[in-house]
């Protein structure tokens, strides 16, 4: 499968982002996505995964509470809103794909990566 990311951008602290992950192939509702960041000059970690039918979810606890992963099966479509920014949310932000069940958090468990879509806070 093949991930395409957007949605990034420059956002002041406070505001709002809403990336988007858009996936080729057929069977797409058959991946667990997850969300994963790397800020400069420090390790990728993850932000969120979902489950193959989008009914569960996990977050890191960096992000929880201000952040919602969602996915549309019809549409191979994987999303994430992120709110109430901070300035250490500035990272690449890459979305993956892992054909297996199972909320994993580990980048090692995803077998397909997108190129990933920068966003920037400023304070």
């Known amino acids: 499968v093949q991930l395409q990311a957007s949605g990034g951008g420059l956002v002041q602290a406070g505001g709002s982002l809403r990336l988007s992950c858009a996936a080729s192939g057929r069977t797409f509702s058959r991946y667990t996505m997850g969300w994963f960041r790397q800020a400069p000059g420090k390790e990728r970690e993850f932000v969120a995964v979902?489950?193959?039918?989008?009914?569960?979810?996990s977050y890191a606890d960096s992000v929880k509470g201000r952040s919602t992963i969602s996915r549309d099966n019809a549409e191979n479509t994987v999303y994430l809103q992120v709110n109430s920014l901070k300035p250490e949310d500035t990272a690449v932000y890459y979305c993956?794909?892992?054909?297996?069940?199972?909320?994993?958090?580990?980048?090692?468990?995803?077998?397909?990566w997108g190129r990933g879509t920068q966003v920037t806070v400023s304070s």
């Open positions: 993956a794909a892992a054909p297996t069940s199972g909320l994993m958090t580990r980048s090692r468990s995803y077998e397909f």
């Open positions: 979902i489950s193959w039918s989008g009914g569960t979810t």
